[in-house]
Antibody, heavy 118, light 106 residues
Framework: EVQLLGSGGGLVQPGGSLRLSCAAS????????MSWVRQAPGKGLEWVSA????????YYADSVKGRFTISRDNSKITLYLQMNSLRAEDTAVYYC???????????WGQGTLVTVSS | EIVLTQSPATLSLSPGERATLSCRAS??????LAWYQQKPGQAPRLLIY???NRATGIPARFSGSGSGTDFTLTISSLEPEDFAVYYC????????FGQGTKLEIK
């Protein structure tokens, strides 16, 4: 069974930093592209970032480019999202997801809440 | 950026009825469109990919159609567990989602 367990969310002040983790199991992590998608409270879904299976290629939405960094450790079967210079508008539930061979979000983790507030 | 507009915003139907949800793209996305279902407090679940292909384990009552700029998700006969929010998503140019259609019990 595919499992994606997100962690690392919490309350942070504007301008602060946070690192999210997503521990994977039940599939071949090292062969799978991965992604982060967020959802502000009561709002819709927004793609944030993606990374290739090897980690050599990374992609970002314009709204987070230059502030967020996606990475992965295939030996630890874990995906990461380093978030710097956080803003109130970054407040959201952050989901990690498998980016399948068709480039859709095949499976999603349970999400971790990030709140940016003073 | 490709904008996806879903309609209606809310759809009120009864179990057993047929549901038709629409998604319109601001420019052609070919057939690179997916549909997701999200229930309260849960992560989204992939239902349909490439406009008309059901994802693994998705019941046959869910079907998708369309290409170019106009797409439809149809649920042939609503079950109680189908009442949720549905999102369309394109992957033709990066990734964008529609704003969602809430399917509620009438």
């Amino acid at each position: 069974e595919v499992q994606l367990l997100g962690s690392g969310g919490g309350l942070v002040q504007p301008g602060g930093s946070l690192r999210l983790s997503c521990a994977a199991s039940g599939f071949t992590f090292s062969s799978s592209a991965m992604s982060w998608v967020r959802q502000a409270p009561g709002k819709g879904l927004e793609w944030v970032s993606a990374i290739s299976a090897s980690g050599d290629s990374t992609y970002y939405a314009d709204s987070v480019k230059g502030r967020f960094t996606i990475s992965r450790d295939n030996s630890k079967i874990t995906l990461y999202l380093q978030m710097n210079s956080l803003r109130a508008e970054d407040t959201a539930v952050y989901y990690c997801a498998i980016l399948g061979p068709g480039y859709y979000f095949d499976y999603w983790g349970q999400g971790t809440l990030v709140t940016v507030s003073s | 950026e490709i904008v996806l507009t879903q309609s209606p915003a809310t759809l009120s139907l009864s179990p057993g009825e047929r549901a038709t949800l629409s998604c319109r793209a601001s420019q052609s996305v070919s057939s690179y469109l997916a549909w997701y279902q999200q229930k309260p407090g849960q992560a989204p679940r992939l239902l349909i990919y490439d406009a008309s292909n059901r994802a693994t384990g998705i019941p046959a009552r869910f079907s998708g159609s369309g290409s170019g700029t106009d797409f439809t998700l149809t649920i042939s006969s609503l079950e109680p567990e189908d009442f949720a929010v549905y999102y369309c998503q394109q992957r033709s140019t990066w990734y964008t989602f529609g704003q969602g259609t809430k399917l509620e019990i009438k």
